[in-house]
Nanobody, 126 residues
Framework: VQLQASGGGLVQAGGSLRLSCAASGGTFRRLSMGWFRQAPGKERDFVAVIRWWSGGSTYYADSVKGRFTISRDNAKNTVYLQMNNLEPEDTAVYYC???????????????????WGQGTLVTVSS
């Protein structure tokens, strides 16, 4: 499975961006898809995940809950991250990730995802 993330950029605090991650080479509808982010000098942190089963249930990090929305379009093999009311603390490289056998309890663990995209930089100015 290959993942290609896009949509990053520079935005002012309070603004919005939508990230996209296009998948190829696998059965997209059976992949759980996640977004993680890594700020300079920090670890890679969980942002959001959407499962392929259970009606595509979603989970979010507390820091983005209510501001970010993850969604997927199985017809386009693409997962999205709509980011609203962005804050300078959201500045990071954002990575999409995928896994075909993600356990319910592992959705926030980066090392449980098998496939990763190259990352897209989001910079939020104050």
């Amino acid at each position: 499975v290959q993942l290609q993330a896009s949509g990053g950029g520079l935005v002012q605090a309070g603004g919005s961006l939508r990230l996209s991650c296009a998948a190829s080479g696998g059965t997209f509808r059976r992949l759980s898809m996640g977004w993680f982010r890594q700020a300079p000098g920090k670890e890679r942190d969980f942002v959001a995940v959407i499962r392929w089963w259970s009606g595509g249930s979603t989970y979010y990090a507390d820091s983005v809950k209510g501001r970010f929305t993850i969604s997927r379009d199985n017809a386009k093999n693409t997962v999205y991250l709509q980011m609203n009311n962005l804050e300078p603390e959201d500045t990071a490289v954002y990575y999409c990730a995928a896994d075909a056998s993600l356990d319910f309890s592992d959705y926030s663990l980066a090392h449980k995802f098998e496939y990763w995209g190259q990352g897209t930089l989001v910079t939020v100015s104050s």
